[in-house]
């Protein structure tokens, strides 16, 4: 996986995702955060950071809180991500699983400016099943959270979000795996 991190740039959106979760509980992480993104103007929920802050913000977490803040963060900004197609109307009133991890696809592809155009693959859809690919630098744990969220807006129940290749065990990149009844 090319991890390099040059000229790719995101919504300010995202890191404010991550702060609101720690603004008002956690004074002492959301400082730390807030100062992984001190030289960056993030008032505007559409100004243009650069990804690796929001990568490092992602590793404090990790390192310092640990995975499940990690997937919480994950489907916090599911929420705003289904919120995104869903005003774009780039997705039904009901969307289908498939309906809206092909949304979720083009709005990263839309939300995250990568001039080598990584982020999301689909390889593979089923009426209870759909692989992706991540071929972009943002956080592995976190995607968990992100992916269970916006499947589980759908309405669907018993959603489970697991690898079937992982970058951590030396797989070029990580594929999820998404099942729900």
């Known amino acids: 996986m090319d991890n390099s991190t040059e000229n790719v740039t995101l919504y300010a959106l995202f890191l404010n995702d991550i702060l609101s979760l720690y603004k008002e509980a956690d004074s002492e992480s959301y400082e730390e955060l ?24 992602c590793e404090m977490v990790e390192e310092n809180l640990g995975e499940a803040n990690l997937k919480k963060i994950g489907e916090k900004i599911g929420e705003s991500v289904y919120n995104a ?16 991890i092909k949304g979720l696809i083009v709005v990263a592809s839309n939300m995250i400016q990568d001039p080598k155009g990584r982020g999301w693959e689909l390889l593979k859809e089923s009426n209870n099943e759909i692989i992706l690919k991540r071929t972009q630098t943002f956080n592995s744990i976190l995607q968990f959270g992100l992916l269970k969220g916006l499947v589980k807006k759908t309405g669907k129940n018993a959603v489970e979000v697991s690898l079937r290749k992982s970058v951590s065990l030396a797989d070029e990149f990580d594929e999820y795996v998404i099942k729900w009844i």
């Open 34 to 57: 807030l100062g992984i993104s001190e030289g960056h103007d993030i008032s505007e929920p559409f100004n243009k950071i650069p990804i690796q802050v929001y990568n490092d913000m």
């Open 85 to 100: 197609l869903v005003s774009q109307k780039m997705v039904s009133n009901s969307p289908s699983p498939v309906e809206i």
